[in-house]
């Protein structure tokens, strides 16, 4: 919200912005008529002017490149015909109009009688592009509708000559221009149709005015052209120009070269399609005679594997070949009882008795001296373990200890004097020494 508290305050380039799209809107497309002003073509190509009548001007403006199909040079004062789009010019605030069409005013009610007629047309359907028959792809022969003597049927001729030479060609001659045109032209149209001659019919002139080419907005005309049962090409004017007749024909062509580019068939294109399709039929019967070459071969190898001459050869090859594969099974069969033999009789040896005899005799022999031989190693370590032992025993023994000056005490019953208190005046002690026994009384 701003700081007035409105929240509907506008900024003027958006005001401009509303207003542009209000006016393109609500006038997506006007005719207007007025006298050129302020004419001016710049460097870019683009044309700027105003339309003006007594009370008011307009600005205008054509941009390139429509302003460079303009069929006159526009000029102050000149009065004419536009078609465009209203809009606004925003960084000026002002609405101009935008157009994709200009024409002198002289064909304006021409022009407002064109429009009329095809909306109606249209409407009823007659240009639907449902109701128009495709070009036979190969045609035949060809009907021309055009001024003998105008540059269109040598431009055609020209065409079809280099595209398609066996194309048959007749040039119906009809005025393309004045009040007796249409009429003249729907009555050659009628007799070509029920000739049943042509397969194709081309309606065509070069270019012009409006007014020129007006024969070809003719409503009967197009009528009958929609209502033909031979495919119908138009080729009327220039690219730029629109008829009636090329809106109801079941072809509509830029001019009328381009016509004739599109009904004749392309002879190149053909010849390089039929070499491909020879080339094809071609590889085919070579692919088919090298085929039936091979199977000429299979069924002559065939033929002559069966001749008796060939069966009793090749029986007496497999004769052969089974007798060398009897004769190595035999060898190999024999190679092989031989050696189990040899090894059967190796076998039968190593079991004999005299021979198991003495291997027993060795091997007890091999055992008698193992067991001498361990049984002295076993005296011999038990001999040194006894040493051992008695030499550990003679360092305890109380007899060693004895045998150097000492006495061990007893009571008589044996127990072991080890202190004086076991013993008291009186008791009798048996002191034993290195040489023998004393037997003592304690006195004290």
Do not use: C
Not at 262 to 285: G, K, Y
Not at 297 to 315: G, T, Y
Not at 333 to 352: D, S, V
Not at 403 to 408: E, K, P, S
Request: glycine share 6%; hydrophobic share 45%; aromatic share 4%.
């Amino acid at each position: 919200m701003t700081e007035s508290g409105r929240d509907d305050i506008l900024s003027p380039s958006q005001l401009n912005t509303l207003a542009r799209n209000l006016l393109e809107d609500t006038f997506p497309m006007v005719w207007v008529e007025g006298e050129l002003g302020n004419v001016a073509r710049p460097s870019s190509g683009h044309l700027y002017l105003t339309l003006k009548d007594e009370r008011a001007q307009v600005r205008a403006a054509m941009f390139k490149p429509k302003a460079g199909w303009l069929k006159f040079v526009p000029r102050e004062g000149m009065r004419v015909l536009a078609r465009g789009r209203l809009t606004l010019y925003e960084a000026r605030g002002e609405y101009q109009l935008v157009l994709d069409h200009m024409e002198e005013a002289g064909e304006g009610a021409l022009r407002r009688a064109f429009e009329e007629l095809k909306a109606k047309l249209q409407a009823e359907g007659l240009f639907d592009a449902a109701r128009k028959r495709p070009l036979p792809a190969f045609p035949r022969r060809i009907g021309v509708l055009t001024s003998s003597t105008g540059a269109a049927v040598r431009d055609v001729i020209s065409v079809f000559a280099r595209r398609f030479p066996l194309l048959e060609v007749d040039v119906l001659p009809v005025p393309v221009q004045g009040s007796t045109a249409a009429a003249q032209i729907r009555g050659m149209l009628s007799r070509a149709i029920a000739a049943h001659r042509y397969d194709v019919l081309l309606l065509t002139r070069g270019g012009g005015s409006l007014e020129d080419l007006w024969a070809f907005n003719d409503e009967q005309l197009a009528r009958a052209i929609a209502a033909s049962p031979v495919p119908i090409v138009s080729a009327v004017g220039h690219e730029t120009d629109f008829s009636l007749s090329d809106f109801a024909a079941d072809l509509r062509a830029p001019t009328p070269s381009v016509a004739a580019e599109l009904i004749a068939p392309d002879r190149v294109a053909l010849l390089q399609r039929v070499r491909r399709l020879q080339q094809r039929l071609d590889d085919q019967e070579q692919h088919r005679l090298r085929a039936a070459m091979q199977r000429l071969d299979r069924v002559s190898l065939r033929l002559h594997a069966q001749r008796p001459q060939a069966r009793l050869a090749l029986l007496r090859s497999r004769e052969r070949d089974a007798r060398r594969r009897l004769d190595a099974i035999l060898a190999r069969r024999l190679q092989e009882a031989l050696a189990r033999t040899r090894h059967a009789g190796a076998r039968l040896r190593n079991q004999a008795p005299e021979r198991r005899l003495a291997l027993l005799a060795q091997r007890m022999d091999s055992l008698r001296a193992r067991a001498r031989s361990s049984l002295q190693s076993r005296m011999q370590l038990d001999q040194q373990r006894l040493t051992g032992l008695a030499r550990a025993l003679a360092a305890i023994s109380p007899l060693a200890t004895v045998a150097r000056g000492y006495a061990i005490l007893h009571h008589e019953d044996g127990h072991l004097v080890r202190s004086v208190k076991d013993a008291k005046p009186g008791d009798p002690i048996r002191a034993q020494l290195a040489d023998g026994e004393l037997h003592v009384r304690v006195e004290d």
